[in-house]
């Protein structure tokens, strides 16, 4: 196929996944925020939310101080954020466009409607009037576009690139999601004193949990109180966990061989290293070493893999 | 001018531009008396649809050409809210129906005519037969712009230069009041459209299933498959087993929905320039998997743009070295570069008489008469004439550069008169044609507004179409302008046996 139809087909995908990224994490951050919590608390869960877009200092300079409102509105409707919403699923739907001849008509008025709904629900005020239902009808819009994708389309290349897509899109933003969490509990998360504290530490790791459909999963996993290596062992490295890393690595590796090529062989290699890495890794050691170097060196390799597919597959320089 | 209708024998005055639907029982009375006899059974079923009924029919046509996202970019254009520039044709629900005898005559007459037109640009290509013979004046084609002389003495397979051409077509009053059809003018670079003429019927079909099963309406669905085994018909002989592609300049291009789904009808990859490459002569594109050679290219690219070797250095939506590897017979290109010296608005009063050169044959067709203001005699009748005519830009298209005399202020008529002056071989002038008009949904209720047809004539090992084509509406009470970028509309045809 060609391979500025691969490229869409691949961006589509990520994009379709950073917008229910997006609309999970907000969702929570907006649940916790109707917790009765201090005003620093309050702050530092949203402002630890645009950290995992690497959008604090964009949004600071536009808006100054954090509250709730104005961060809902900067990642939902701004068009002029890249990592919004709104952005997120007129980018997805651009790229559907490019290619609309490829996706399957079912594919392509799933991308289509999605945009010219939440054009409307922004227009009309639903998203204002009731938060909570707007992020739950984006997620619904990313399963319902990754069902049909799954449901519909012809399994061959295009099929494969967009998996590959939503996979790698999923490592980042999981990665990410982790990293920040984990980052925004000072006292490390072993000791938690007060009786105000722990409770603080349970509404922490359950946002987190439910924000990747996690809490159901995690109770039926573990049977157990809600313990932050646990849950940190089950984002990073339970291939079982759906949206964990290592599920969404086994699946960028699946779907990598699907489309290998003579060039693509390192990239391979590279896919399966890292994914090797979680798949013999054990969380006492990584919390040894420490969470925050390690998630940092896995974003650094997700993005070079990124890269190499772009290069192999993508935006070839041959000719 | 809203007297020549296709529905009604006769227009009553009153009819004209008001709504008639009143209580939804009366939507076909009061506009015109004596349903002529192809319509007579739409008539009826029309006049027992309430009124309600037909207006969420509209509403649901409407929506779902917005979910399909079948729609044209208009150039700079914006929504009130400043967004999109992605715009819905407007589809009437009423078809416009032509009798399948009156087709049959049209279609040999648009064979032989496209026959004419391909011989025409062949021989302007090569020998310049006609040229020497003095039919059609040398400084005429030397002299225009659209001549490629880098097309001199290149051989295309078949012999076959307009492989896809769109004639547009209109139906009016000859000069005993009998309805005739004259073709208005040849499309024969990038004609557009015909994606329109498939989903307007895929839409009625879905709308009014039982109309299809009461009337004999010819299929159009298998227009893609047609067009298909034409751009396999004329690949190039170093290949048995063709690759064809669509050349799209890209998403923001206004006909970007059609060129999809023409590729996606096909099966056929759906390339930009940037997809595209040459080596050794050869036109190779981007994939996956590596270069893969392509030897049929539906462009959907004007000339200018197709190679910034040789035309217009600047651009991106082509690919260097293209004219290179079609010139060396490694590629076809469809249409081939240079059709338009034969569609040009100062051709086409030859093309009568290119028909009797090349065929030996009387036009079935008719021109409409046309005034070439090259000519001192006919400059200035059309000055004299300019408030009863319609003149046209040479090069103009899309409804643009044209005054149309009647319906111009006197200021617009002087400010042309000017123009015309200016630079005479620049213009062309018509007898303004009492278009003929179609009832057709618009605000107040059903009103006549006037249509055009531009059936799309394939040129393959043979000449073939699907029966009828796109007809286009123009919405705005009075106006003669159908284009989609002067706010026209589109119905479904129908050739009808009846």
């Known amino acids: 196929m060609l391979s500025r139809t691969a490229d869409h087909l691949f961006w589509m995908s990520r994009y379709t996944e950073r917008a229910e990224n997006t609309a999970r994490m907000l969702n929570v951050n907006y649940e916790t925020s109707l917790l009765p919590q201090s005003a620093t608390e309050t702050e530092a869960g949203w402002k630890g939310l645009l950290s995992i877009s690497e959008l604090l200092p964009s949004y600071t300079s536009l808006h100054g101080e954090i509250n709730a409102r104005s961060v809902m509105e900067f990642m939902v409707s701004d068009e002029d954020n890249p990592s919004s919403i709104i952005s997120c699923l007129r980018a997805a739907r651009e790229n559907a466009r490019a290619v609309r001849g490829t996706l399957t008509t079912e594919v392509w008025e799933t991308q289509n409607q999605t945009w010219l709904e939440v054009n409307r629900m922004l227009k009309t005020g639903e998203f204002e009037r009731d938060p909570g239902k707007f992020f739950e009808w984006v997620k619904f819009r990313s399963h319902l576009s990754r069902g049909v994708t799954v449901g519909t389309m012809l399994m061959d290349e295009a099929l494969y690139f967009m998996r590959l897509g939503t996979f790698l899109e999923r490592a980042d933003n999981t990665a990410r999601l982790v990293d920040v969490k984990f ?64 599920a969404s690595l086994n699946e960028v590796v699946n779907n990598l061989g699907l489309v290998a090529s003579d060039q693509s062989s390192d990239t391979l290699r590279h896919a399966g290293r890292l994914r090797a890495d979680l798949q013999f890794a054990r969380i006492d050691e990584i919390l040894a070493t420490g969470l925050h170097a390690f998630l940092t060196q896995f974003l650094d390799r997700v993005n070079a893999l990124g890269g190499r597919i772009s290069r192999d597959f993508l935006v070839p320089s041959v000719g | 001018m809203l007297k020549f209708d296709e529905m009604y024998a006769q227009l009553t005055p009153q009819g004209t531009g008001q709504s008639q639907s009143q209580g939804g029982q009366s939507q076909s009375q009061g506009s015109g008396q004596g349903v002529r006899p192809h319509y007579e059974a739409y008539a009826k079923w029309l006049a027992g649809q309430p009124d309600t009924v037909m207006r969420s029919r509209r509403d649901e046509a409407e929506m779902i050409f917005r979910r399909v996202g079948i729609t044209f970019a208009v150039y700079g254009a914006k929504d009130e809210d400043g967004s999109g520039t992605e715009r819905l044709i407007p589809f009437d629900l009423i078809p416009r129906i032509i009798p399948a005898h009156e087709w049959r005559s049209m279609e040999k007459g648009l064979v032989q005519r496209v026959t004419a037109l391909n011989r025409f640009i062949h021989d302007v290509y090569h020998d310049q037969e006609i040229l020497k013979a003095g039919v059609v004046p040398r400084e005429q084609i030397e002299g225009n712009a659209q001549f490629r002389p880098e097309m001199m003495g290149v051989d295309v397979p078949n012999g076959i230069y307009s492989h896809i051409s769109g004639i547009d077509i209109v139906r009016a009053p000859d000069a005993q009041g009998k309805g005739e059809y004259y073709v208005l003018e040849d499309n024969l670079r990038v004609p557009s459209g015909v994606s329109y003429m498939l989903e307007n019927r895929k839409m009625m079909m879905r709308l009014f299933p039982e109309l299809f099963s009461q009337n004999r309406v010819a299929p159009v669905a298998h227009y893609p498959d047609l067009l298909l085994e034409t751009l396999r018909a004329s690949a190039p002989a170093t290949t048995a087993e063709p690759t064809v592609v669509v050349l799209t300049p890209g998403m923001y291009n206004s006909a970007y929905f059609e060129h999809a789904f023409l590729a ?30 392509v030897d049929v290219i539906y462009r959907r690219v004007d000339d200018d743009f197709l190679d910034p070797q040789v035309f217009r250095p600047t651009s991106t939506l082509g690919c260097a070295g293209l004219m290179d590897a079609y010139r060396a017979g490694h590629v076809a290109i469809c249409n081939a570069v240079g059709t338009g010296v034969a569609d040009d608005k100062s051709i086409y009063p030859y093309v009568p008489k290119m028909i009797e050169f090349y065929l030996g044959e009387k036009p079935i067709l008719n021109n409409v008469p046309t005034y070439m203001c090259r000519n001192p005699d006919d400059l200035k009748y059309v000055m004299a004439n300019l408030k009863d005519l319609v003149v046209k830009e040479v090069h103009g298209a899309g409804g643009y550069g044209m005054l149309v005399g009647p319906a111009a202020t006197k200021a617009e008529i002087e400010d042309f008169g000017k123009a015309v002056l200016a630079n005479p071989t620049g213009y062309i002038a018509q007898p303004t044609l009492s278009l003929s008009s179609c009832p057709t949904y618009v605000e107040s209720g059903i009103a006549p507004r006037h249509i055009d047809l531009r059936p799309f004539v394939l040129s393959g090992q043979s000449v073939q179409m699907v029966p009828g084509g796109l007809t286009r509406v123009a919405l705005k009470e009075g106006s003669l302008v159908v284009n989609s970028s002067q706010g026209g509309g589109t119905k479904d045809t129908w050739i009808l046996e009846i």
């Open chain 1, 183 to 246: 980052h925004a509990v000072e006292n490390e998360f072993m000791g938690a004193s007060s009786e105000h504290e722990q409770e603080y530490d349970f509404y922490h790791w359950s946002a987190i949990l439910r924000s990747v459909s996690g809490f159901e999963i995690y109770r039926k996993v573990y049977r157990d109180v809600i313990k932050p290596e646990r849950v940190a062992e089950l984002l990073i490295l339970r291939p079982d966990m759906p949206r964990s890393l290592h």
């Open chain 2, 264 to 293: 996606q009808q096909m099966g056929v990859e759906l390339v930009e320039g940037q997809d595209l490459f040459v080596k050794d002569s050869f036109v190779y594109m981007r994939t996956t998997r590596g270069p893969k050679r």
